[in-house]
């Protein structure tokens, strides 16, 4: 059974930089993308971006200035950094399992969220 | 970027009822890598189907899902009372692999 487990800052300042970590326990980490979805309170879903073992990423072009997506396939982690935060960054940040190395593949795994709120 | 589109917004419906959920995509998708989740409060979301009519794991087979190119549906064909949620499509055949906005289904 594929688990992943994230954390990081809830509470941040306008211009600061967000960074959340998402370990992956089960499963094989380098056969998969690994996906951060966000989702602003009361709204949809947003996604950000993705990463595979090797550090290829791909990225929401609304996002692409700002985001970087990192990953530590030592420990089976990535992590997700977005810069100059405002509050329109608030949201619950989701990491999931993404496409298959092979094959395209939907968001099959999910971690439990983590709210992020931008406030002076 | 592929824009998908959700209708109706919000559905009111009764338990025992039949859902009829649309998603349309501005372009075509392709291989038909078009997804559905449902998400309640204060959850992740979950998968229900991939493929477009391909159910996952576990999920019942009240849900089913059609179509192909730019026309999808997720059809509930009996509501129960846990099916009360928002449901969301998302393509993920190409980068940015894009959501639609939702649609809520709620007891009338």
């Known amino acids: 059974q594929v688990q992943l487990q994230q954390w990081g800052a809830g509470l941040l300042k306008p211009s600061e930089t967000l960074f959340l970590t998402c370990a992956v326990y089960?499963?094989?980490?380098?056969?998969?993308?690994w996906t951060w979805i966000r989702q602003p309170p009361g709204k949809g879903l947003e996604w950000i971006g993705e990463i595979n073992h090797s550090g290829n990423t791909n990225y929401s072009p609304s996002l692409k200035s700002r985001v970087t997506i990192s990953v530590d396939t030592s420990k089976n982690q990535f992590s997700l950094k977005l810069s100059s935060v405002t509050a329109a960054d608030t949201a619950v940040y989701y990491c999931a399992r993404g496409p298959h190395k092979g094959a395209q593949q939907p968001l099959t795994y999910w971690g439990r969220g983590t709210l992020v709120t931008v406030s002076s | 970027e592929i824009v998908l589109t959700q209708s109706p917004g919000t559905l009111s419906l009764s338990p025992g009822e039949r859902a009829t959920l649309s998603c349309r995509a501005s372009?075509?998708?392709?291989?038909?890598?078009l997804a559905w989740y449902q998400q309640k409060p204060g959850q992740a979301p979950r998968l229900l189907i991939y493929g477009a009519s391909n159910r996952a794991t576990g999920i019942p087979d009240r849900f089913s899902g059609s179509g192909s190119g730019t026309d999808f549906t997720l059809t509930i064909s009996r509501l129960e009372p846990e099916d009360f949620a928002i449901y969301y499509c998302?393509?993920?055949?190409?980068?940015?692999?894009?959501f639609g906005q939702g649609t809520k289904v709620e007891i009338k």
């Open positions: 998302q393509q993920y055949g190409s980068s940015p692999r894009t």
């Open positions: 089960g499963g094989s980490f380098s056969d998969y993308y």
């Open positions: 372009q075509s998708v392709s291989s038909s890598y």
